[in-house]
């Protein structure tokens, strides 16, 4: 089992940034692919961010491109979503997840955590 907690979301206005932080505990942590996910209100969850075990593989989803980074301590068992140039439209609870396979496929990780709430104001 691994467990996952999020943490830094809150309220930002556009074109402000946030830092999401995801802790990790349980397994070895750098032995799963990590990934941030996001779910607006009345919509399906989607994909933002995977990054590799190492840490030199990632993927971005073409709405944040540019404007996200994903990153992972693995010392601390910790991932990272550093959201920069924020728009109202990335308002949404952000997950992070852990999982076997190097995917974006959401049903495919194993474990998730809680949640953050991001809310972007114009």
């Known amino acids: 089992q691994v467990q996952l907690v999020e943490s830094g979301g809150g309220l930002a206005q556009a074109g402000g940034s946030l830092r999401l932080s995801c802790a990790a505990s349980?397994?070895?942590?750098?032995?799963?692919?990590m990934g941030w996910f996001r779910q607006a209100p009345g919509k399906e969850r989607e994909f933002v961010a995977i990054?590799?075990?190492?840490?030199?593989?990632?993927i971005y989803a073409d709405s944040v491109k540019g404007r996200f980074t994903i990153s992972r301590d693995n010392a601390k068992n910790t991932v990272y979503l550093q959201m920069n140039s924020l728009k109202p439209e990335d308002t949404a609870g952000y997950f992070c997840?852990?999982?076997?396979?190097?995917?974006?496929?959401?049903?495919?990780?194993?474990?998730w955590g809680q949640g953050t709430q991001v809310t972007v104001s114009s």
């Open positions: 349980g397994r070895t942590f750098s032995n799963y692919v």
């Open positions: 997840a852990a999982g076997g396979k190097w995917t974006v496929v959401i049903s495919l990780y194993d474990y």
């Open positions: 990054i590799s075990r190492g840490g030199s593989n990632t």
